[in-house]
């Protein structure tokens, strides 16, 4: 090998220690690395239980099943609510006219039953002709 032939490196360390390669520095970004994930796993497993118990929480579903116009201010309407047994709620019922304009309101509470669906028919008063009477919302109580 002669004079021309070698080529004058740096030393590899030299070159690590100038891009920021160093031993410490893979510890450094390995911690940084592991504690992020650590963070993220705490927040995915946080929010799976809180999902979970939030689905445990007792549920209420109502259906209108149909309506019928009694005469120009009276309308009767009939629902299933299905909530768990033992259970009480209440249903607010209401009557539109043709502008879809709420005329008649009411506030009904279903007393706790030992089926988990039951059907229920309640007329409802309204201030002026309706056309359709509908279930707006029902909670448990």
């Known amino acids: 090998m002669t004079a021309t032939d070698r080529v004058d490196r740096p030393d590899s360390a030299?070159?690590?220690?100038?891009?920021?390669?160093?031993p410490g520095?893979?510890?450094?970004?390995r911690w940084i690395y592991l504690?992020?994930?650590?963070?993220?796993?705490?927040?995915?497993?946080?929010?799976?239980?809180?999902?979970g118990l939030d689905q445990a929480a007792s549920t209420?579903?109502?259906q209108d099943?149909?309506?019928?116009?009694?005469?120009?201010?009276?309308?009767?309407?009939s629902y299933q609510v299905s909530m768990p047994v033992g259970s009480t709620a209440s249903c607010a019922l209401q009557v539109q006219n043709e502008a879809h304009a709420i005329v008649g309101w009411r506030v009904v509470?279903?007393?706790a039953s030992v089926k988990y669906?039951?059907?229920?028919t309640d007329t409802v008063r309204s201030s002026e002709q309706g056309v359709i009477g509908l279930i707006y919302r029902c909670w448990l109580t």
């Open 14 to 22: 030299a070159l690590d220690a100038r891009y920021g390669r160093t």
């Open 25 to 29: 520095k893979k510890r450094r970004d």
């Open 35 to 51: 504690i992020a994930g650590a963070l993220c796993a705490i927040v995915v497993v946080t929010w799976v239980i809180w999902a």
């Open 60 to 62: 209420l579903d109502a």
């Open 65 to 77: 099943t149909g309506n019928t116009i009694i005469d120009d201010r009276t309308v009767s309407i």
């Open 109 to 111: 509470t279903l007393p």
């Open 117 to 120: 669906t039951t059907a229920h």
